[in-house]
């Protein structure tokens, strides 16, 4: 008779609770890891907003800012495609949705009373479950501060990102 060689059914059960452990370890770090890195994401393209609409102002919009036809400073997608148009930001961002983002924004034209205005906001595309993209939103306005909350819905006006928390970095 033949000495049979191999794995015990026992011993690749022991195994296979093994990989299990340390999968239940590891799966929740990663996905923190990509919430993490979702949110840094929204932060950098909140800042290239900001500077792509300071040129805008400067360039092309005769001292308004993009998304400045209706002026009145609702979230939309339009601001997004008029800094797109002339390459003032990339493509995906000029689509409104990255990194598991949804970008927005919205300016108000400038006045004989007050100067125009503009805001960004972005907010995280999934907010709950295991496939949750962030769990803060960000704006951005004219003056440059960024603001942050774990409110996840979209800010409203300019006034609204004005009136926000400073994101504490």
């Given at each position: 008779?033949?000495?049979?060689?191999?794995?015990?059914?026992?011993?690749?059960?022991?195994?296979?609770?093994?990989?299990?452990?340390?999968?239940?370890?590891?799966?929740?770090?990663?996905?923190?890891?990509?919430?993490?890195?979702?949110?840094?994401?929204?932060?950098?393209?909140?800042?290239?907003?900001?500077?792509?609409?300071?040129?805008?102002?400067?360039?092309?919009?005769?001292?308004?800012?993009?998304?400045?036809?209706?002026?009145?400073?609702?979230?939309?997608?339009?601001a997004l495609t008029h800094l797109g148009t002339p390459g003032l930001i990339d493509s995906v961002l000029a689509s409104g949705t990255k990194a598991g983002y949804v970008f927005t924004g919205g300016s108000i034209v400038a006045s004989a009373s007050a100067p125009a205005q503009?805001?960004?906001?972005?907010?995280?595309?999934?907010?709950?479950?295991?496939?949750?993209?962030?769990?803060?939103?960000?704006?951005?306005?004219?003056?440059?501060?960024?603001?942050?909350?774990?409110?996840?819905?979209?800010?409203?006006?300019?006034?609204?990102?004005?009136?926000?928390?400073?994101?504490?970095?």
């Open positions: 008779m033949k000495s049979q060689k191999g794995f015990s059914l026992i011993e690749l059960l022991i195994v296979v609770v093994i990989i299990g452990i340390i999968a239940a370890i590891a799966i929740p770090n990663l996905l923190a890891a990509r919430r993490s890195a979702n949110e840094g994401s929204a932060v950098s393209a909140s800042r290239t907003l900001h500077g792509a609409q300071m040129a805008y102002a400067s360039t092309y919009g005769n001292g308004n800012y993009s998304g400045a036809a209706t002026g009145t400073g609702t979230p939309s997608i339009t503009f805001m960004f906001t972005a907010i995280p595309a999934t907010t709950t479950g295991v496939t949750q993209t962030g769990s803060r939103r960000f704006g951005i306005a004219t003056p440059g501060v960024l603001m942050a909350d774990t409110t996840l819905t979209a800010y409203a006006t300019v006034a609204a990102v004005q009136a926000g928390t400073p994101l504490a970095n």
